[in-house]
């Protein structure tokens, strides 16, 4: 199994991103994605999932309305698309799978559940 994030880069306040995470060896039917971020000097955070199966999103406070997560299941590739960014959102992005059974509303956003990580792509927002 592997997760792949890319899509990081630098750009302004106000700004938009598309980072997308490519997933082989496991079907995003049966796999949740869940997106983290880590930002310099500070844990892990849970920022948005997108559900196995019927594909239902949910997102950290901070980031609804600015966060929108999609899917192609065939490419199997998920995506995020980050508008308005803010300086805040500076940090480490990473995917990561968690199968099914194996989260709740309550643990979504918690680094335990999830079995398989990508490795980070990291997205700079300057002001």
């Known amino acids: 199994v592997q997760l792949q994030a890319s899509g990081g880069g630098l750009v302004q306040s106000g700004g938009s991103l598309r980072l997308s995470c490519e997933v082989s060896?496991?079907?995003?039917?049966?796999?949740?994605i869940g997106w983290f971020r880590q930002a310099p000097g500070k844990e892990h955070e849970g920022v948005a999932l997108i559900s196995a199966g019927d594909g239902g999103t949910y997102y950290e406070e901070s980031v609804k309305g600015r966060f929108t997560l999609s899917r192609d299941n065939v490419k199997k590739m998920v995506y995020m698309q980050m508008n308005s960014l803010k300086p805040d959102d500076t940090a480490v992005y990473y995917c990561?799978?968690?199968?099914?059974?194996?989260?709740?509303?309550?643990?979504?956003?918690?680094?335990?559940?999830?079995?398989?990580w990508g490795q980070g792509t990291l997205v700079t927002v300057s002001s």
């Open positions: 990561a799978a968690v199968p099914p059974g194996y989260i709740t509303l309550q643990t979504m956003f918690t680094l335990s559940p999830y079995v398989y």
């Open positions: 060896g496991l079907s995003l039917d049966t796999y949740a």
